[in-house]
C-alpha cells in the first residue's frame, strides 16, 4: 500500500499550493490568498510558476510539500520552457495529482487559448474535485473559502482531536465531487430513487443507463452528492470516459483514490486491497464501453463489503446484485395543450426551464415570451426532452431566435446541435458525437439492425422489426435486445401493453444517415413499405369485426408509419417505378375505411388524390389486372369518402370509375363499394326508386356470394331507403334483421349504426322509450372504438329525438356539438338531412328565441361528442 504523509507547518496548519497565471489573475490570486488565510491556512504562491522559463525543481518542490492544491484559471495557458512539453500551469496540475483539489474557471473566458481549452477538458475528465466557474475575484473568494471550510471538515485531520486520528494509509482521502454545470431541472424522482436504493444495505451496485446525453451523469453526481454523507470515507468520482481500454479502469480507480502500480503486484488487487476496509461510495461515470470490466465491479464489492458502486452507462452491466435505474428524458410540453396553459405554468416544464437557463447563458436577458412560447415549446419537444440536445440548442440563442430553430430542426436537427462547451468530452459536444460514440460500440449485426430501424417513424414491433430488417443469418431479436439495453432503442407503453419499440427523433436521424451511407435505404423502405400495406390489409378486415375497437387503435398507433410507407409509394410521381404504384394501390385499397371510420376523411382523400384518382382513363386500361382491380377498390373506398364529405356529383363519377375498372375483381368488395357510393348518393337526393335498386343489387349479390358483412350492410341501407318513403314498419323489420346479422358476425361498428338507424325509426313511430334504448346501445358501442362520423350521426338523430319531445334547449346543446364534430372530420350535411336539419333550427329558434338558441349552441359546441351524448339521453328533469 501506498503511505501517505499528513505534512503539517510547525503550527499544525496546512499548506495550500495556488496555481494560475500571473499577468492576468492577480486580482484572483489576492482574494484566494485571503480566503486561505482567513481559515488560519498558509498559502503557497509560486510567483514564478507561470513565467517563462520557471525553475521546475523549486514549483515541483513547493507542490509536493503542500496539503491541498488550488487551480484558477482564465484564457491563458502560460508558457512552455525550454525542454518541457507542456506549461508550468499544466505541468502544476500533474505534479498534484492525488491531493485534495479545487479548481475554479473564470467566465466568460472569449479568448481562451487552446491549450488551455485542452487542460480544462482534461481536468473535467480525469480528476475527481470540485469544479466551479466564477464571475470575479469577490464571487471567487467566496467560493474558495466555502470549499476549503467543507474539505476541512471532510478530509484532514484536526490538530487535537485524536478520536479522528487514522494512519493516511488506511484512509482514502477523496476528492470532492465535481458539481453540475447548472441548475437539475426535472429529475427529483430519479435522484430521490437512486438515494434510496443506496441507503438500503443489501444494495451495492446501482447503475443509471439511459441514451447518450439524457442526463445520467448529472443525476449520478446529485444523488451521489445527497447519499454521500451516509459514508464514512465520502464519495469518489471516477470519470471512464476516454478510457477505452478495460484494462485501464483499475488504473483509473487507482489514480482516483491514490493508489499506484508497485513493484509486482498487479495493480487491480492494490485497489481492491486498499478498498477492503473502506466504507465509500464510488461513483464510475461512462462504463458503457468497458462492459468487459464488470467482473471487477463485481470482485471488488465482493472484497469490500462496506463499498457501494454507483455506475453510469447506456447498458446494463449485468453482474449480480445490479439495480438498474432508466434516466429517460425530460418532461416536455404537450403539443397539443401548449398553447392551453399559461406562461408560468410553461416555465415549470423542465425541458422548457433548461432551454430558457442554458439561453441566457448564451444571450443574456432571454426570457419566455408569448411570442417565443410556442417555438420554444416545439424545440423541446423535436428533441424528445434529451437535456444535452436542449442545452445544445439553447447555446444557438446568440444567433437564432426560437423559431429559426424550428425551421432549422425540421430540416435537420443534428445539424442544429453543435458546438458545446469546450469543458465537456469531445463526445459531448455535439449530439452527433454523442450518438456516434454509443454507435462505436455495437458489433456488425447490431449496426445493421440499428441503422436499418431509422426507417420506422413513431416506433414499431418486434414483429415489424423482423419483417424489415432481417436478412440472412440477422437475429433481429437478439439485436433489438442489445440496442435497448443500449440505450438506442428505447420501449414505449406499459408492461401489460404489447412490446413497442422506437428510437428518439436525433437517434433515427443518425440512424437514417448511416442507412443512407450503407446503400440499404431503398430496399429497407421497400420492404418497410410492403410490410405496412399488408398490415394496412389485415386491418382492414379486422376493422369489420368484433375486434374493432383493437385494429383501430393498432392502426392510429401506426399512422406514422403508415404515412411512411405511403410517402415512399407516391414519390416519383407519374414515373414512381411499378412496384411503388403497386404498393400505393394497396394501401390506398386497405385504408380507406379507416380513414372513415376513424373520421379523418379529408387525410384520406388527401393520399386517395395522390394515389388513384388522378383522371388518367387510358393509362388505368394498360395496368396489368391485378394492379387494375386494386387501383378499382381504392377509387371505390374514395367514392364512400367523398359521400361522406357530401360531393354527390364527385362521389358518383368515382364510383362510376371503380366499376368501370372492376372487370375480373374475384374480389367483389370494390363493386359493392361503388354500388353503396352510388344508392346512397340517389337516396340523399331523393331518388328512392334508384337507390332502392342498387341496394337490392347489393344484397341479391352479397346473399349469393355468402358475403355476412356486406348482406348486413344492403339490409341497413334498404332499411333507410323504406323510413325515408315513410314505410315505418318495413323500415323497423329490415332494420331488426340488420342488427340480428351484425350482432351474429361480431360487426361492432355496424351494430352501432343500425342502432342509431332503429333509434329513428322509433321517433318517428313515436316511441321514444325504444328509441332511447337503441340510441344508449349504439352510444356505448361508439365510445370504445370512438368513431367520429358515426357520433356526428348519433347526435344528430339525438337532436331530433328532443326536438320531438319538445326539450328545445337540449336539442340546440346537442346540435352545436354535433356541428362542432362535423366541422373537425370534415362532413357537412348534404341533401334531405341538411334540409331537415334546416326546418329543426327555425323551428328551435322560433321556440327559444335568438339569445337563449344563440346561448345553448354555443354551450354545445364546447361540449365533447360523447358527453353530449350522455347528457342527451338524460331523462327530463
Given amino acids: ?132 466557474r466564477f464571475a470575479n475575484a469577490d464571487e471567487l473568494r467566496d467560493q474558495v473559502s466555502e470549499d476549503l471550510a467543507t474539505l476541512l471538515t471532510d478530509r484532514f485531520v484536526v490538530a487535537g482531536d485524536d478520536s479522528r486520528s487514522r494512519d493516511a494509509e488506511q484512509r482514502v482521502v477523496a476528492g470532492s465531487l465535481p458539481q453540475p454545470r447548472g441548475a437539475v431541472f426535472g429529475r427529483d424522482a430519479e435522484i430521490a430513487e437512486v438515494v434510496e436504493q443506496l441507503g438500503r444495505p443489501e444494495v451495492r451496485l446501482v447503475t443509471l443507463t439511459g441514451p447518450g446525453g439524457v442526463g445520467k451523469t448529472t443525476v449520478a453526481l446529485a444523488a451521489a452528492a ?57 461513483v464510475l461515470d461512462n462504463v458503457e464501453q468497458l462492459v468487459e470490466a464488470a467482473p471487477l465491479a463485481s470482485e471488488t464489492l465482493d472484497a469490500a463489503p462496506r463499498l457501494k458502486i454507483l455506475a453510469t452507462s447506456r447498458e446494463a452491466l449485468r453482474v449480480r446484485g445490479e439495480h438498474v435505474v432508466m434516466v429517460g428524458p425530460l418532461a416536455t410540453p404537450s403539443r397539443n395543450r401548449a398553447r392551453q396553459v399559461g406562461l408560468e405554468e410553461l416555465r415549470r416544464v423542465p425541458t422548457v426551464a433548461l432551454f430558457v437557463e442554458r439561453a441566457r447563458a448564451a444571450l443574456p436577458g432571454f426570457e419566455l415570451t408569448r411570442e417565443n412560447r410556442d417555438a420554444v415549446s416545439e424545440i423541446c419537444w423535436r428533441l424528445d ?8 440548442a439553447a447555446a444557438r440563442s446568440n444567433l437564432l431566435t426560437p423559431q429559426d430553430m424550428v425551421e432549422r430542426l425540421e430540416r435537420n436537427p443534428l445539424l442544429l446541435l453543435t458546438r458545446g462547451p469546450r469543458d465537456l468530452p469531445e463526445r459531448q459536444r455535439t449530439l452527433r458525437a454523442a450518438i456516434e460514440w454509443s454507435h462505436v460500440l455495437l458489433s456488425g ?36 435486445e442489445s440496442l435497448l439495453e443500449k440505450s438506442l432503442v428505447i420501449r414505449t407503453g406499459g408492461a401489460g401493453q404489447q412490446a413497442r419499440m422506437r428510437m428518439l427523433d436525433t437517434i433515427r436521424e443518425f440512424a437514417l444517415e448511416r442507412l443512407a451511407e450503407s446503400g440499404e435505404m431503398e430496399a429497407t423502405a421497400r420492404l418497410h413499405a410492403d410490410y405496412f400495406a399488408g398490415f394496412a390489409q389485415a386491418a382492414s378486415r379486422g376493422l369489420t369485426g368484433r375486434d374493432m375497437a383493437r385494429w383501430l387503435e393498432r392502426m392510429r398507433g401506426e399512422r406514422d408509419n403508415l404515412w411512411a410507407a405511403l410517402t415512399w409509394s407516391v414519390e416519383g410521381g407519374a414515373e414512381r417505378p411499378l412496384e411503388r404504384e403497386r404498393t400505393g394501390y394497396r394501401l390506398a385499397a386497405a385504408m380507406w375505411f379507416f380513414w372513415f371510420a376513424d373520421g ?30 386494386l387501383r378499382a377498390r381504392a377509387v371505390a373506398g374514395a367514392s364512400w369518402l367523398a359521400y361522406v364529405q357530401s360531393r354527390l356529383d364527385e362521389a358518383n363519377a368515382l364510383a362510376e370509375r371503380s366499376l368501370r375498372m372492376a372487370a375480373g375483381d374475384e374480389n367483389p368488395y370494390g363493386e359493392l363499394t361503388a354500388w353503396t357510393t352510388l344508392a346512397a348518393a340517389a337516396l340523399a337526393r331523393d331518388q328512392f326508386d ?35 318513403r315513410g314505410d315505418l314498419d318495413t323500415a323497423e323489420r329490415t332494420a331488426r334483421e340488420a342488427i340480428a346479422l351484425r350482432r351474429e358476425i361480431a360487426d361492432v361498428y355496424g351494430l352501432a349504426s343500425s342502432l342509431i338507424n332503429l333509434g329513428a325509426i322509433a321517433v318517428a313511430k313515436g316511441d321514444t322509450a325504444g328509441a332511447r334504448v337503441a ?21 344528430q338523430d339525438l337532436a331530433e329525438m328532443l326536438t320531438a319531445l319538445e326539450r328545445s334547449e337540449a336539442a340546440v346543446r346537442t346540435l352545436g356539438s354535433a356541428e362542432t364534430l362535423r366541422v373537425a372530420i370534415g362532413s357537412p350535411l348534404a341533401g334531405w338531412r341538411r334540409a331537415t336539419h334546416e326546418r329543426m333550427l ?16 354555443s354551450a354545445g359546441a364546447r361540449i365533447p361528442a360523447d358527453d353530449a351524448a350522455s347528457e342527451a339521453l338524460l331523462p327530463a328533469e
Fill in 600 to 629: 379523418t376523411l379529408g387525410e384520406g382523400r388527401r393520399w386517395l388524390d395522390r394515389l388513384v384518382t388522378g383522371d388518367d382513363t387510358e393509362a388505368e386500361a394498360r395496368l396489368a389486372a391485378d394492379q387494375r382491380v
Fill in 775 to 795: 340510441y344508449q346501445e349504439s352510444r356505448e358501442l361508439l365510445q370504445r372504438f370512438g368513431t367520429l362520423y358515426l357520433k356526428a350521426e348519433l347526435l
Fill in 842 to 857: 327555425v323551428d328551435l329558434r322560433e321556440r327559444l328565441g335568438e339569445e337563449a338558441f344563440r346561448s345553448a349552441w
Fill in 1 to 132: 500500500m501506498t503511505t501517505t504523509q499528513i505534512i503539517r507547518t510547525p503550527d499544525q496548519r496546512l499548506r495550500v499550493f495556488v496555481s494560475s497565471t500571473l499577468d492576468e489573475l492577480a486580482p484572483e490570486r489576492a482574494a484566494a490568498r485571503h480566503a486561505i488565510t482567513q481559515l488560519r491556512l498558509i498559502p503557497v504562491m509560486f510567483e514564478a510558476g507561470a513565467r517563462p522559463y520557471p525553475p521546475r525543481e523549486l514549483y515541483t518542490s513547493y507542490v509536493s510539500q503542500s496539503d491541498i492544491f488550488i487551480g484558477i484559471y482564465w484564457q491563458r495557458y502560460g508558457w512552455i520552457g525550454p525542454g518541457q512539453e507542456i506549461s508550468g500551469l499544466e505541468d502544476e496540475y500533474v505534479l498534484a495529482r492525488g491531493k485534495p483539489a479545487l479548481f475554479y474557471v473564470k467566465q466568460p473566458a472569449p479568448a481562451l487559448e487552446p491549450g488551455l481549452a485542452a487542460l480544462l477538458e482534461r481536468i473535467r475528465n480525469e480528476a475527481s474535485a470540485s469544479y466551479k
Fill in 385 to 392: 426532452g434529451i437535456p444535452l440536445a436542449i442545452e445544445l
Fill in 226 to 282: 445527497r447519499g454521500a454523507e451516509g459514508f464514512a470515507d465520502g464519495a469518489v468520482f471516477v470519470s471512464l470516459a476516454t478510457t477505452m481500454d478495460p484494462t485501464r479502469v483499475a488504473a483509473a480507480v487507482g489514480e482516483a483514490i491514490g493508489v499506484s502500480e508497485r513493484g509486482q503486484e498487479p495493480l487491480d488487487r492494490r485497489v481492491i486491497d486498499h478498498l477492503r476496509d473502506r466504507e465509500l461510495l464510488l
Fill in 445 to 480: 449485426e447490431d449496426a445493421q439492425v440499428f441503422r436499418r430501424l431509422g426507417v420506422f417513424v413513431g416506433g414499431f414491433t418486434l414483429t415489424a422489426a423482423e419483417a424489415v430488417c432481417g436478412s440472412g443469418a440477422v437475429d433481429v431479436m437478439e439485436a433489438v
Fill in 690 to 724: 334508384r337507390a332502392t335498386e342498387l341496394f337490392e343489387k347489393s344484397l341479391a349479390f352479397a346473399r349469393s356470394a355468402d358475403l355476412g358483412w356486406w348482406t348486413a350492410v344492403s339490409l341497413h341501407n334498404l332499411a333507410f331507403v323504406a323510413f325515408r
